[in-house]
Nanobody, 125 residues
């Protein structure tokens, strides 16, 4: 498994933008498909965005489609989530994850076997 560390969370106002980053380390194999998930208190973990190993294919939750963009730089072992037009309902702890052995983008949380510790995003006026 790879170690993942998220950064970039914070407190922003509705309509603001924010970029989350995820740094991977301790890799002993090639990078695989990755994704972002989020969780709010009292709710189950929610899929946000996913990207294939190559970066050519991306998937988004309907709630963020058109506002969020997932990207990766395999040479730098980083994953990013650019979030625009943030809404209060985007408030959550955001987690990056890697699906070991998986090449295609996947929305299924059970396919991911490496998770970061999460970064808090709060959208409030």
């Amino acid at each position: 498994q790879v170690q993942l560390v998220e950064s970039g969370g914070g407190l922003v106002k509705p309509g603001d933008s924010l970029r989350l980053s995820c740094a991977a380390s301790g890799r002993t194999s090639e990078p695989y498909a990755m994704g972002w998930f989020r969780r709010t208190p009292g709710k189950e973990r929610e899929f946000v965005a996913a990207i294939s190993k190559s970066g050519a294919t991306t998937y988004y939750a309907d709630s963020v489609k058109g506002r969020f963009t997932i990207s990766r730089d395999n040479a730098k072992n980083t994953l990013s989530l650019l979030m625009h037009t943030l809404k209060p309902e985007d408030t959550a702890v955001y987690y990056c994850a890697e699906a070991g052995g998986v090449i295609i983008a996947t929305t299924r949380a059970e396919r991911y076997d490496s998770w970061g510790q999460g970064t808090q995003v709060t959208v409030s006026s």
